[in-house]
Every structure is written in structure tokens, then in C-alpha cells.
């Protein structure tokens, strides 16, 4: 489970923002999450809430990177840094801190020109932070592990500029890069949008039978009218689906994946990514949520992997959103409620609700609508900047 994550650096942060999945003692919520939190052991859920353009999707890919970091690849590094520094520099930056068979790991690595430039990976042992591994530029390998010391012109060879030592050691059965690995590779983030245009055929087209039943319960019971799902293929020999919907005769209609809504085409595409993480206890980022999924099903989501019931391998979820109506402490503790907003040069902040001292008795959403916490813009006549002169004029004489 991932303890904290930090990034420096990378498209509209400039300083070092955290995000702790350690719970905070003086949360607010309900009495219920608190048990549910305690039997994590770490925040299961953390949801990004602000205004358009205030970096929410800039935490949602520096996820993503750190995602990658854990696979060999041979495609440049995508991390663009902060821009509107006095002086802009090159590296981004991104560290974490994750317990993984009962120990806890930081990995850090610096990100420049679509290379890897340093890495490093410590273990916490007997309450000092030791260091496993290290990179000291995308080309020379710093400490290693004494079993692969004899080996190291060896790594020094193999090591790519746009793949970790991480990832070529976990590849090669390390001991502790292959458990960090390991605990990292069930992780998955995407922008809502992006995953219902590439069409949920594209993920759930090849699903094992096994996975198949969840599906159609998932559809049957998400109110969209769908009663079966049907897996095969077109006329070209390609796997697809068909959703066969209710209608007013006795056989339900099938329907072709191209002829549903976009809410219904972004549910599909979003199960199997759902049942891997469940299943194998690892993190899913969603940028944008509600972009396609009504309040409703994102609070039912949320509470999946709120309680331990239907969470039992201590998954976590990442979501950024604009729905207020979750700030509910019935549904996240104040310490899973982030804000983000921006400062006057332009850089992107990130508030954790809890951290408030004088956060008013009352629910959190009045206080989030009345400003009081940030990340809540509030606008102004600012669609009649668009009308016509004389009705612009108009409207300011009304004020």
C-alpha cells in the first residue's frame, strides 16, 4: 500500500506537494469509516477536489509516471516540468513511500529530457532509512545490492535511459526491487474521457469467462436498462460486445457497443480495471470521474473500496473530481478530501481538508461552497464577458 506520494517539478507544481494515505488521528467522519480506515491500515480512498486548470489532472500523471517507473520501456519519459518558474528547471521529481510484505520502501527517481537522471531505493530497518539501490545518472549505476555487486558492469550495460534499475532488477528476481515491483505493477491511471473514447471493447472484449458474470451483474444492477452482455465477434473475426437492453416487447434488444451513451460505454471500460485492482490489492487513479459516471455510481465506487468487506486486499483509489455532493462524511473522512488551487505564479497546492484547525462545526460542503477552504471557484458575469457590447453594458448597469 502506498504510505505517501510527492512530486516536484512536473506541470503546474513547482515546490514538493505531498499526498499522505496515512491516516490523520484527528480526522473528522463517521464512526463507521474509522473502523473501516483502521482495518486498512492506510487511507483506502483520497479524492483531489478544485476548479478547472488547478493541477488536479498535473497529481493525476505524476501518478502515472511513477506508474511507469516499474516497467521496462524503451519510449522517452513523459514528465513535462514546471513552467513559469523565475528560473525553470529541468528535473521533475517523484517519491513514494510504500509498505510492502510487511516493510516500507521509499523509491525516489528525477525525470529530464524523456530520460531517467537518478534513482534511489531505501528500506526502513530498525527505524533508519537504508539505501538498496541507487542511479547516478541515466547511464551509471550508483549502490547496489551486495548479491548483485559482482554483476555491475554488467547492469551498467543494460542500463536504458528511459527504463529504472528498478525495473531491470525486479526483471531479473532481486530481492527488494522485485518485491517494490511487484507491489506497484497492479496500478492503473487514466483521464475518464480518454478511457470511454478508446471504447470499452478495447478492454473488455477478451475477459476471461470468469470475469464475464461480474460484468453483467455490474451492468444489470447500474440501472441502465442493460439485462445481459453478450461477448463475440464481428464479421471481421474482431472480439466485441453487445448490451442487450429491455425494451416494451418480450426479447431484449442487443445493441452495438458504438450505438450506447458515453456513460454507459465509460462503466464497461471502467470494470476490469476495477476487478484487477480489488483483486490484486493494488491502486487505481481515475482523473475526472465524474466527467462520465453519475454522482451516484462514483459514491458506490468509492464505498467499494471504503470498507473491508468488498475491499479485502486493502486496494486504494485515487480520484479527482468537481462533484461537491462527495464531500460527505458519511462517505470520506476529512483526511481523504484533498483541495487543490493555485497560487498568483501559477503553481498548484495541495490542502488536505483535516488540516484545517478552524474548519467550522457543520458539513464540510458548506463550507467548501462558501469558500472557506479553498479550491471552490467562484464565479462572476463571467459568460456575459462573451455577449455583445450593448448587452455586456447593460448588464453592468444592473449591478
Known amino acids: 500500500m502506498l504510505l505517501e506520494f510527492r512530486v516536484s517539478n512536473f506541470r ?21 469509516l474509522k473502523r473501516m480506515v ?25 501518478f502515472e509516471l511513477f506508474m511507469e517507473a516499474t516497467r ?94 528498478l525495473a531491470i532488477l525486479a526483471a531479473q528476481a532481486n530481492g527488494d ?43 444489470r444492477g447500474a440501472d441502465l436498462g442493460v439485462v445481459d452482455a453478450e461477448w463475440g465477434n464481428d464479421t471481421n473475426g474482431t472480439a466485441t460486445v453487445r448490451l442487450h437492453h429491455r425494451g416494451a416487447g418480450v426479447f431484449p434488444v442487443p445493441f452495438e457497443l458504438k450505438d450506447e451513451s458515453d456513460g454507459t460505454r465509460a462503466a464497461l471500460a471502467l470494470t476490469p480495471f476495477v476487478m484487477a485492482t480489488l483483486r490484486d490489492g493494488g491502486m487505481l487513479v481515475i482523473d475526472e470521474v465524474g466527467s462520465a459516471l453519475n454522482h451516484w455510481v462514483v459514491r458506490d465506487l468509492v464505498g467499494t473500496f471504503q470498507d473491508p468487506k468488498t475491499n479485502p486486499n486493502h486496494a486504494q ?20 478530501m484533498l483541495l487543490v488551487d493555485k497560487d498568483p505564479t501559477g503553481a498548484s497546492h495541495v490542502t488536505t481538508v483535516s488540516d484545517f484547525t478552524d474548519l467550522p462545526k457543520g458539513p464540510v ?19 456575459s464577458s462573451l455577449t455583445p457590447e450593448e448587452g455586456a453594458a447593460k448588464k453592468a448597469a444592473l449591478k
Open 72 to 165: 521496462i520501456r524503451e519510449e522517452p519519459v513523459r514528465a513535462t516540468p514546471f513552467k513559469l518558474a523565475k528560473t525553470p528547471t529541468h528535473e521533475s521529481r517523484i517519491s513514494a513511500v510504500l509498505r510492502a510484505n510487511k516493510d516500507t520502501y521509499r523509491y525516489a527517481f528525477e525525470v529530464a529530457g524523456g530520460m531517467f537522471r537518478a534513482e534511489t531505493l531505501e528500506k526502513l530497518i530498525d527505524g533508519t532509512w537504508v539505501e538498496l539501490l541507487s542511479r547516478t545518472s541515466e547511464s551509471t549505476v550508483g549502490i547496489l545490492p551486495p548479491a548483485d555487486e559482482e554483476r555491475r558492469e554488467q547492469l551498467a550495460r543494460d542500463l536504458h535511459p528511459r527504463t529504472t534499475l
Open 38 to 62: 483502521k482495518k486498512h491500515g492506510a487511507l483506502p480512498v483520497v479524492v483531489l477536489f478544485g476548479g478547472n486548470g488547478t493541477g488536479k489532472t498535473s497529481i493525476a500523471q505524476a
Open 177 to 219: 526491487a522485485r518485491v517494490v515491483s511487484s507491489s506497484l505493477r497492479p496500478m492503473f491511471s487514466f483521464h475518464m474521457n480518454l478511457l470511454e473514447r478508446a471504447g470499452p471493447a478495447t478492454f473488455v472484449s477478451d475477459l476471461p469467462d470468469i470475469s464475464r458474470e461480474p460484468v453483467r451483474t455490474f451492468l
Open 12 to 32: 503546474s507544481i513547482d515546490s514538493e506537494e505531498a499526498i499522505s494515505f496515512v491516516p490523520d488521528e484527528e480526522a473528522r467522519g463517521s464512526a463507521t
Open 317 to 336: 483509489l485515487v480520484l479527482t473530481s468537481h462533484d461537491p455532493l462527495l464531500l460527505d462524511e458519511k462517505l470520506l473522512r476529512t483526511d481523504q
Open 365 to 383: 460542503l458548506r463550507s467548501y461552497l462558501e469558500g472557506r477552504l479553498g479550491g471552490a471557484p467562484r464565479f462572476r458575469a463571467l459568460w
